[in-house]
């Protein structure tokens, strides 16, 4: 433990490089990515965007749950204790924060209310940046 840094908030969460990315990146399709890699946030966030995009706001928050478990998986493996700093600006974490952003427009679009308002606090506890990055606010 450091003793310069600031002992009443914990460290950020820095996920590892998740190569699913690449392969998005490369062009492959989101759908064979998730079904290679199940447990890729990312690939999952993609299918939700485009879901809901495509207006389909059921299977978008099917998909964007899928992510948004699969991204709290991989935080929690990673040292996250359900709270604390995930930055948007750690290219890896933003599988998990569009995938949460992804449940965030799906359920705004579904009513659930109760829902909307905790992803929103979870985004901005997570990054206050995260909101406007993915186009919330």
Known sequence: MSLHGNLLEPESTRLPADPASAELDAGKDASEVAAASPTSSIAWAVLAERALDG??????YAF?????HRGLDQLRRNGWKGFGPVPWSHEPNRG???????????????GETAEVERLLTLLSDSDPEAPAALGLS
């Open 55 to 60: 207006g389909d706001a059921v299977t978008g």
């Open 64 to 68: 964007a749950r899928t992510g948004y």
């Open 96 to 110: 998990f924060l569009r995938a949460t952003g992804a449940l965030y427009r799906a359920a705004q679009q579904i």
